[in-house]
């Protein structure tokens, strides 16, 4: 069954302490991996598609990076306004293609 | 233009209800999607339409009635809720690109109450 798993779940860091999140995942014949930002009671906002192993995406003071069994969302200097859920994200195989979610990772940054 | 559009924002509703949420795109997107989400959960598969023909129905109780009259919107129609259904509705699209969906684009989601 395809999985996806992110860790840790909450982040607590001061502005400018950089750090980094994982997604884990288990699917036959990736077809992309997807990262999202959550604000709460909004839906999520696209970041980056990786689709390939080596691959890397930067945006601002984010960079996604995607081996063969996980993603890493690298934030480098935050600040509070980064302050979100991430979310990872899959196709799945046995929904369609749809993308099936990890549980997220919320991260808050101190000024 | 990367705009999913949902309306209502908020909806209200009682258990003998029927009320209908609304989700449109124009980026040509075929693939169209509804999630449920619960608080601090991740979104939840509901339905996959494809070419305007629904493909995936994740078991999803019959009080929830999905509709795909074109290929620029899709209906979640709602008849006898429960309390439990409340949640925020979130509606995606995506293209394809070399045989695959790319990445889906969210909607700012309804916030569902039933009362």
């Known amino acids: 069954e395809d999985q996806v798993t992110q860790s840790p779940e909450a982040l607590r860091l001061q502005e400018g302490e950089s750090s980094s999140l994982n997604c884990s995942y288990t699917?036959?014949?990736?077809?992309?991996l997807f990262w999202y930002r959550q604000d709460p009671g909004k839906g999520p906002e696209f970041l980056f598609t990786l689709y390939s192993a080596g691959e890397e995406k930067e945006k601002e003071r984010l960079k996604a990076t995607l081996t063969k069994k996980e993603s890493f969302l690298h934030i480098t200097a935050p600040k509070p306004e980064d302050s979100a859920t991430y979310l990872c994200?899959?196709?799945?195989?046995?929904?369609?293609?749809?993308?099936?979610f990890g549980k997220g990772t919320t991260l808050s940054v101190s000024s | 233009d990367t705009e999913v559009t949902q309306t209502p924002k908020h909806l209200v509703m009682g258990m003998t209800n029927k009320k209908s949420l609304k989700c449109e795109q124009h980026?040509?997107?075929?693939?169209m999607y509804w999630y449920k989400q619960k608080a601090k959960k991740p979104p939840e598969l509901m339905f996959v339409y494809s070419y305007e023909k629904l493909s995936i129905n994740e078991s999803v109780p019959s009080r929830f009635s999905p509709e795909c009259p074109n290929s620029s919107l899709l209906n979640l129609h709602l008849h006898a809720l429960q309390p439990e259904d409340s949640a925020l509705y979130l509606c995606?699209?995506?293209?394809?690109?070399?045989?695959?969906?790319?990445?889906?684009?969210f909607g700012q989601g309804t916030r569902l109450t039933v009362v």
């Open positions: 980026m040509g997107h075929r693939a």
């Open positions: 995606a699209s995506s293209g394809r690109d070399r045989g695959w969906n790319t990445e889906a684009f």
């Open positions: 994200a899959v196709p799945s195989n046995q929904a369609g293609t749809a993308l099936i």
């Open positions: 699917v036959s014949g990736l077809r992309g």
